[in-house]
């Protein structure tokens, strides 16, 4: 079995579950961001990572799935701002599966990521009131994703890779 981790990450947070996850990964692998991927033939399975933007996956992310998950086998991950049991983030994780919807979707990991305080500041002066309330959730997002929720990207990159 041969397996990428690929991802796209503004701040970093992402990034780290990416890392966290192609660690734990014990079959042959690979890992590459979103933007150096020219193509994805080859792998049995692909972990597609990418933030929240917007109530839904970043758009170069929701690009790079309608170009080239289709009938591959998936698992995505996702970090957010706001916390996991937020009742606003059952449709935004939808979003995310239907923006892999050519895709066999065999597994979804999300967990809330720490808003970087320069992206912070810029939702908290966006003319969007709920984009200008995730600017305000900024400081409760601190120190996210942490250890136990790198634990749990890691449990789930072993799980999707048994
Ligand atoms: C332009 C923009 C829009 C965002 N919109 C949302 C959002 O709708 N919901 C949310 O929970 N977080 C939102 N966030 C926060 C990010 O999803 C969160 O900080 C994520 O962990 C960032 O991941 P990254 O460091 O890999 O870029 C947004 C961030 C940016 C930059």
């Known amino acids: 079995m041969k397996v990428l981790v690929t991802y796209m990450s ?10 966290a996850m192609f660690d734990a990964i014990q079959v042959e692998k690979e890992i590459k961001e979103l933007s150096e991927i020219e193509s994805v033939d080859g792998y049995d399975l692909l972990l597609v990572g990418f933030p929240i933007q917007a109530f839904g996956p970043a758009e170069k992310a929701k690009q790079f799935m309608a170009q080239n998950v289709n009938g591959k086998k998936v698992a995505l991950f996702t970090t957010h701002a ?18 892999a919807a050519g895709a066999e979707i065999v597994g979804f990991f999300n967990c809330q990521g720490e808003l970087a305080p320069d992206i912070m500041e810029m939702l908290k002066s966006s003319d969007d009131p709920k984009l200008k309330s995730f600017g305000e959730l900024g400081p409760t997002t601190k120190g996210q994703p942490d250890a136990s929720r790198i634990e749990r990207a890691r449990v789930f990159a072993k799980e999707m890779t048994a």
């Open 10 to 19: 503004q701040s970093g947070n992402t990034k780290k579950v990416a890392e």
């Open 82 to 99: 706001s916390p996991e049991d937020s009742e606003d983030l059952p449709p935004w994780l939808e979003a995310c599966k239907k923006a």
